[in-house]
């Protein structure tokens, strides 16, 4: 198994430009995340998805979009950059939405917004 | 919400040194989570808890459910051993998980 995947490694926007980050993981987890990671803060959660066709918003989720079409593929849309929005996104997903089972990351995508 | 604080928040200890990592949270929880990320950033699982004690070779964590309070623990620690440690807790209200600012380790040969 690959585990969770994600697409770029880095990326570099201008304020205004939109873009997708890609996210999949092949462990047929119901239950997907995106975080987003800030120097001198915990992680903290954009959106997240208990299974295909179903998404809902976490504690940051303004200027984001998600869909999940698919149980591999949970993709995050920024749809106008903003500097603000500079940071590392983590995807993660485990198979059981309770939290009681292990929880996988990627390897994250480093984006810095000018 | 869920508080999540961790202490120390840097921790510089010599090789073979005991280490304690600590996690209070505020409201009651039905799951927590230690989690490892190295300085190239990627993040893993070390541990997940509901209750007792869990080892992995020299690695030990334990929960107090009672007293909301959660320690990592690593004996006889090496350089290898410099990561982040983030604690993570599921419960409280909170969609997914609340998370620790984490406890930047660093242990010196």
């Known amino acids: 198994n690959a585990g969770v995947t994600q697409t770029p490694k880095f990326q570099v926007l201008k304020t205004g430009q939109s873009m997708t980050l890609q996210c999949a993981q092949d462990m047929n987890h119901e239950y997907m995340s995106w975080y987003r990671q800030d120097p001198g803060m915990g992680l903290r959660l954009i959106h997240y998805s208990v299974g295909a066709g179903i998404t809902d918003q976490g504690e940051v989720p303004n200027g984001y979009n998600v869909s999940r079409s698919t149980t591999e593929d949970f993709p995050l849309r920024l749809l106008s950059a903003a500097p603000s929005q500079t940071s590392v996104y983590f995807c993660?997903?485990?198979?059981?939405?309770?939290?009681?089972?292990?929880?996988?990351f990627g390897p994250g995508t480093r984006l810095t917004v000018t | 919400k869920n508080e999540v604080e961790q202490s120390p928040q840097n921790l510089t200890a010599q090789e073979g040194e005991f280490i304690t990592i600590n996690c209070s949270y505020s409201?009651?929880?039905?799951?927590l989570h230690w989690l490892q990320q190295h300085p190239g950033g990627g993040i893993v699982s070390l541990f997940m808890l509901s209750s007792g004690k869990k080892k992995h070779g020299r690695l030990i964590a334990t929960i107090n459910i009672q007293e909301k309070h959660s320690s990592l623990h690593i004996t006889a620690s090496h350089p290898r051993d410099s990561a982040v440690y983030i604690c993570?807790?599921?419960?409280?209200?909170?969609?997914?998980?609340?998370f620790g600012k984490g406890t930047h380790l660093i242990i010196q040969p």
């Open positions: 993660a997903s485990t198979k059981d939405f309770a939290g009681v089972k292990e929880q996988y």
């Open positions: 993570a807790v599921l419960g409280g209200g909170a969609d997914g998980l609340t």
């Open positions: 409201v009651g929880i039905s799951a």
